[in-house]
């Protein structure tokens, strides 16, 4: 009967791991964003909990505003507004990570959306400039 017990323990594991690979099949089909058509996988299960919660953090922030603790000066008076229209949003957490990033991001610094949601924006920053960067996202 032990070989019974070891059986019916495989066949547990092997429908909880059914069932939870279809969640995040399932998960996958609702996320606003996804792997480029030319990449025929599906996403692995990392970046699906990576990109849900990064889709979680944009709707708070769609829903409830950015919360800023004062109004900060213009840090960077040298940048003409109007000459960043031609390019990419991106919307960063106050602990760094991108909660949104437009589509179109790849066409400028090759990167693609899926790739950049959820992470810590800093990874993507030269080291030079992390103080800069710091200094945005206070």
Do not use: W
Request: some cysteine; glycine content about 4%.
């Amino acid at each position: 009967s032990k070989e019974a017990r070891k059986e019916k323990a495989k066949d547990a594991a092997r429908v909880r791991r059914t069932r939870e690979s279809d969640y995040f099949e399932d998960l996958e089909k609702f996320l606003p964003v996804a792997a480029p058509p030319s990449q025929h996988t599906t996403l692995d299960k990392t970046s699906i909990i990576r990109l849900s919660v990064a889709h979680l953090k944009c709707q708070d922030v769609l829903k409830n505003g950015l919360h800023m603790p004062y109004v900060k000066e213009e840090v960077c008076p040298d940048i003409d507004l109007f000459s960043c229209l031609d390019g990419f949003s991106l919307v960063l957490a106050s602990s760094g990570d991108v909660i949104y990033v437009s589509g179109n991001v790849s066409r400028y610094i090759g990167i693609a959306q899926f790739e950049l949601l959820g992470q810590q924006f800093s990874d993507y920053v030269h080291p030079c400039d992390h103080h800069m960067l710091s200094q945005l996202t206070l």
